[in-house]
């Protein structure tokens, strides 16, 4: 990779995520040369990803390109390539743009769908981790309806039209609750010869609660809000199987259903060089200590949800949340500048922020350290904040626009089919593998 | 299909572009049953397509879905089908998703790119008619530059930043008048470590003059306004030859370039059934009556781009714009109205509202049947009509805050590659075959 070498000590920045974003901002108006790589040319505001699904936003609006975040720092390179692996006693990087050397290097790569093993639901189901996965979703979404208009057989129209969401986390609530919307101001009005009432969303969760790890007034109310947008909520049901049409369960509870999405879990998306068990730790996350650095190195780090910072008070390492990412990235800016300035390091401290989820039109929910609200006021909250995270003032206007329309007219007008999607052929895998896992 | 039959008549329209959607809105509010079929849910804009490939704009703000713009009326169906031909004894048509019936059946299948026969042009070069295509062409724009900065071969990296356009009608002058802003105000600030004074934009014409068909004011004005942008303007050259990487033309000229944009011509886009030499013309247009009727049948009418209305005072027939489609859908609406009614058929007549095209910031042409005017405010009088024609309230406001913004910051956030568009190996297929066409 031809990057010019420098006097400047040189950071190898791996993702454009909120956490490696945040560290090149840091660090882009300092005397240090700052790689960053990434496989797409631009940042994703993950959070609004089910809205680009459920038609309510466009894609461009919640993508920023990398080059324009950082174009006024001299001393900031982008290259769009894809990390194969590292040698670190080399200080090597393998890409698939060629090899480059680093002096630092900071694993900002995210997390990744975490199907635990099962390769019948990972054949077989949609995910929301990219924009071209929530247009994926969109596009199906949108196919199932006008399929379900061309077949004879009910069970097969009402497979077309039912919703399996696996997963009640922030992601799979939301999702619900836009696919909900969709069902009852949408469906009736394009599909008017289409008996749309028998759409349904259901979502699915293993545990007691859904949105767990907020407080369990936010939970209920998420619950109720969900039920009376017509959302039937299954818990303490575990999905085991999904052949591309049955889903069966760990209880007598089975669905059928043309569209299943999985929002269960993620795991760290470590890179091959730090993916052994000497550096992983649970959910495939790589073990770090209070400086974000990489167990046995004082030379690579890792920030955000790759990283899992363990401590006493912290059994299981922080929450994978954009917060956690954006304090990281920010923090470890600092420590680098110390230890270029030969200054001892700062341990990270994560401040909790709160945590909310939307579910639907003056429906959400908000748990911030000191106060905790449902309903009309933490919806404007939810947007607020959401619209205030968003980068770039374009994209803040535009989303804001569409929110405003989508408000007043109870509607949601991106829903197009620009890029069909085909759904490849459901593979069966016998699920006695998956099964004896759970 | 399973479209219930009423005692109305069925009109079936294949298209949903300005002919076919400016058709369906006059009929639904009447006693016909309409029946729109289309390959894509949406309807495209497509004079703002270059937009969207120079990342100015995003896809979703120039389509709309179809069955949104008629949800209002119980009379009409939309199936997103694809049309494989026509039966007219039967009355039969024949799609992929089955045959159905109809009464009256209307082609507005508009226009698609015409190569002329030359096939090595049609393997390798891109082209822009829809909304997918725009969008492999920002993709490919993009991954062009970043694909640049990796290359120490520098006639590699000049081809990568070479860009050909051939054509230059108000598609190829919009697109290279776009580009030539992109290299001047984005590219140095995107790629400080690329030397893009080296980008070339290029439109080759075979006539002698730019935007044919408009005043000689107009096009004098626009290839003034391309040359102070830094486009290279080459007329009275015909491209006969793209083999992936070397342009060939009638003259001495030639051009090293990983990008030829193909808007030289376009031609009708006909259904089986109705594209023997019995009833299409030049162009592959279909020859229609001046009640827009083809030829030998009464209940069988075309419009639009597809349609070729030829008179002695029209040899050509009408040009194949969007005023054109938008005139005579609404006007066929009316006569099938009188036909229902057994009242006598009105012909069409066109009214030419003008034409305009834009080259770039401040920089427009205008020819309205009494003025004609070039700059700054024509410039204003083009984005006004071309909002004023999309279609929603949402797309406007999307694409006025998108304008507004580009305008104050010099700037088009959209340059995204959400989908890598993969080119294809380059063909090479001997061009004499499509030298002695020329």
Known sequence: MNIPRTSDPRVVIIGGGFGGIALAKKLAKQDVQVVLLDKHNYHTFQPLLYQVSTGGLEPDSIAYPIRKILSKYPNFF??????????????????DIGQLKYDYLVLATGSRTNFFGNKEMEANSMIMKTVPEALNLRSLILQNFEEALLTDSLDERDALMNFVIVGAGPTGVELAGALAEIKKGILPKDYPDLDTRRAQINIVQSGDVILKGMSAKASEKAEKFLEELGVDVWKNTRVIGYDGNLVTTTTDLTFRTATLI???GVKGQTIKGLDSTDFVTHSNRISVNEFNQVKSFTDVFAIGDVACMISQDLLGGHPMVAQVALQQGSHLGDNLLRIFNEEPLQPFKYKDKGTMATIGRNKAVVDLPRFRFQGVFAWFVWMFVHLFFLIG???RMVVFVNWVYNYVRFDREARLIIRPYKKPKAKVIPIEAAKSKT
Chains 1, 2 share one sequence.
Request: glycine content about 4%; proline content about 0%; hydrophobic content about 45%.
């Open 262 to 264: 999985w929002a269960a």
């Open 78 to 95: 982008f290259r769009l390539a894809k990390v194969e692996g590292v040698n670190t006693s080399e200080k090597v990087l393998d890409t």
């Open 393 to 395: 003032f374009r994209n």
